[in-house]
């Protein structure tokens, strides 16, 4: 997946389309392939995720996505400023290259692929981070002494429940408020972690609950 450098122009089917520079064409399927080759099995994301993460760019003014039936346009903005940058880095890279040896150049290629796993630890949206935050407010009802914890995997967790076990959000947001208010779960459920463990354990025993003391708020939890 790489944008344009110069004008030109691609055919998809039977149509011919012109491309600028800074303008490359993508769908679904292939912005997945793309952005997950290489990457570990149990680290590479759905294409709902990756396309969910191309809109975010597209909202923070990053980048333009001209959409149709069957593929889509991304344009990236300030598409030249970052080739000026780019190229000055690589004439940097190559002088500095020159001096190293083979050693050196094997533990900075090591350094990098450290960076990329790091980085790409804890992986989530607005939407996780959100829900997130939201459950550790209400466990501060509870316990306002309750220690911060790192939102970015509880972020995380959040999406695994969401796109590896097939949880939703009402599901997840219900479950959360309701251990805060359960005297036994709300000291025993305080983390998404734990959240994930015990879901299907939680379900059960919400809906033994909601059998005794029916009410107008239940919903489906399956």
């Not at 940058?85 to 290629?109: A, F, G, I, L, P």
């Not at 959360?176 to 983390?191: A, G, K, L, R």
Request: glycine share 2%.
């Amino acid at each position: 997946m790489k944008a344009s450098h110069k004008k030109r122009e691609q055919i998809i089917g039977n149509q011919m389309i012109e491309l600028e520079e800074g303008q490359f064409i993508t769908g679904r399927q292939s912005l997945s392939n793309d952005l997950n080759r290489g990457v570990k099995p149990k680290l590479q994301q759905s294409e709902i995720t990756w396309w969910r993460y191309l809109n975010n760019l597209e909202k923070w003014g990053m980048l333009n996505i001209k959409r149709t039936t069957k593929y889509s346009i991304i344009s990236i903005i300030k598409w030249s400023d970052y080739q000026e940058s780019e190229q000055q880095m690589n004439n940097k890279r190559t002088t500095d290259e020159q001096q190293m040896n083979t050693n050196k150049n094997v533990e900075n290629v090591e350094n990098v692929e450290n960076v990329k796993k790091y980085s790409r630890k804890y992986i989530y949206d607005d939407t996780h981070l959100s829900m997130a935050e939201s459950f550790y407010n209400k466990i501060l009802e509870n316990n306002p002494n309750n220690k911060k914890p790192n939102f970015e995997k509880w972020a995380n967790e959040i999406r695994l429940m969401m796109e590896r076990d097939g949880r939703n959000e009402e599901q997840i947001t219900y479950l959360m408020n309701w251990v805060q208010q359960d005297d036994f779960e709300m000291s025993n459920v305080m983390s998404p972690d734990k959240l994930r463990k015990r879901f299907d354990q939680l379900i059960m025993k919400v809906k033994k609950q909601k059998s005794k003391t029916p009410s107008k708020e239940d919903f489906d939890l399956t």
